[in-house]
Nanobody, 125 residues
Framework: QVQLVESGGGLVQPGGSLRLSCDAT????????LGWFRQAPGKEREGVSC???????YYREALQGRFTISREYGKNTVTLQMNNLDVDDTAIYYC???????????????????WGQGTQVTVSS
């Protein structure tokens, strides 16, 4: 049974940083892409970033430079370091997994094979 469990969300002031983590377990055999989506209130879901089993990385263009994704292969953990956060970054952030990078790189709106339950990130003064 595949499980994606996020942690690290919370409340931060504009300009601050947060680090999200996702522990991924239970995958069937194969090579999986891990990454993040987010959904703000009243807005469409959008892809944030992904990283392949070979460490190929993609970022949503507007977020590049502020967000950094990394992956710990021994534990199948993916981390999203978010710096210089803005109120527009407020959203529920979802960890996601798929066998392809297409959910991120084509349209940047999924769908993916597996979703986490989400973690709230709120940027507010």
């Amino acid at each position: 049974q595949v499980q994606l469990v996020e942690s690290g969300g919370g409340l931060v002031q504009p300009g601050g940083s947060l680090r999200l983590s996702c522990d991924a377990t239970g995958f069937p055999p194969g090579r999986y892409v891990l990454g993040w989506f987010r959904q703000a209130p009243g807005k469409e879901r959008e892809g944030v970033s992904c990283i392949s089993a070979d460490s190929v990385v993609y970022y949503r263009e507007a977020l590049q430079g502020r967000f950094t994704i990394s992956r710990e292969y021994g534990k199948n953990t993916v981390t999203l370091q978010m710096n210089n956060l803005d109120v527009d970054d407020t959203a529920i952030y979802y960890c996601a997994a798929d066998t392809s990078m297409a959910p991120w790189t084509v349209g940047w709106n999924g769908p993916v094979a597996y979703w986490g339950q989400g973690t709230q990130v709120t940027v507010s003064s």
